[in-house]
């Protein structure tokens, strides 16, 4: 893979592939997506597993050797109109950090609560001397009109040929946590995919099952883990999986991750939440 953003990267791990690649579940053999079906009868039946105003903050480190530091903090906010909703992920590397390479990122989505499938999807990142923005424009035909600018220079815009099963990384977020997960297999890889850049990417996620886990400054709960396939490049050397822990309640929100890289392991870790849609309660203390 290119050069890909290092802190979206992150955020992927967080919100996409979180256990969240889900989303793009479908059997392996005749194809009959989950998903989407089961999100749009949630939401006519306003038993979504988000509302409006929901807000949620994550904390992102690093460990490698004697080294173990919090190295940024991600935010994702979600707001609704009549007929769709949109959500807002703003992530900065820590004051400190950024006297060594700083970083802003800013994701933006736009879903049809109608057909829960993603309308428009904006891409901000902004790192050191290096900058990239991707615009989306996704059509009835599942293709995407995708306009890409690197460093200040736009690209041709580019046609990228999707199907029903192909998202932006947050909607893809909000798309698998509306997945039913009994009905997903355990210990089997299920194909995920999202478009970045100019590329859709196929990866896979593994249901692991349930676990206790504990989150530092904030308790203990009961959770889902799934692994997640990882693609290669700057950040993971593509042999690795992703492990994620997904809260075990009605708002299924990703609340832990890790990952080995090339050189030591990134973390992620929820810090704060407010306005969910249900009680939390996975949380047992």
């Given amino acids: 893979m290119k050069r890909y953003s290092r802190f979206a990267f992150l955020f992927v791990a967080i919100y996409a592939l979180s256990f969240g690649g889900a989303f793009s579940l479908f059997a392996q053999n005749d194809e009959v997506y989950m998903g989407s079906e089961y999100a ?6 306003r038993r979504l597993p988000f509302k409006d105003g929901e807000q949620l903050t994550y904390t992102l480190g690093y460990k490698w050797g004697s080294i173990n530091s919090d190295v940024g903090e991600g935010v994702i ?3 609704f109109a009549d007929s769709t909703f949109s959500a807002v992920i703003d ?10 390479f700083k970083v802003r990122e800013h994701f933006e989505t736009t879903v049809s609560l109608r057909t829960m499938r993603p309308l428009k999807f904006l891409r901000e990142s902004h790192e050191g001397k290096y900058s990239m923005i991707n615009r989306y424009t996704f059509n009835p035909d599942y293709s995407i009109n995708a306009q890409i600018v690197r460093m200040g220079e736009a690209a041709p815009d580019t046609l990228l040929q999707g199907n029903a ?11 698998a946590r509306c997945i039913d997960f009994t009905n997903v297999e355990l210990d089997t890889k299920h194909p ?14 593994v249901y692991r099952g349930k676990d206790l886990i504990s989150v530092k400054g904030i308790g203990k709960f009961n959770a889902l883990k799934f692994n997640v396939r990882l693609v290669a490049g700057e950040v993971f050397t593509g042999n690795d999986e992703m492990t994620l822990w997904v ?3 009605s708002n299924k929100i990703p609340l832990l991750f890790e990952s080995k890289i090339l050189k030591g392991t990134v973390y992620g870790r929820l810090k704060k939440y407010k306005n969910l849609a249900w009680p939390m309660s996975s949380k047992i203390k």
């Fill in 192 to 205: 995920i995919a999202f478009a970045i850049d100019k590329t859709i990417y196929n990866l896979y996620f």
């Fill in 165 to 175: 099963y192909t998202y932006d990384l947050v909607s893809l977020y909000f798309s």
């Fill in 40 to 45: 749009v009868k949630l939401a006519r039946e």
């Fill in 91 to 100: 992530g900065r590397t820590t004051k400190l950090f950024d006297l060594f």
């Fill in 247 to 249: 809260s075990d309640d």
């Fill in 77 to 79: 906010t979600t707001s």
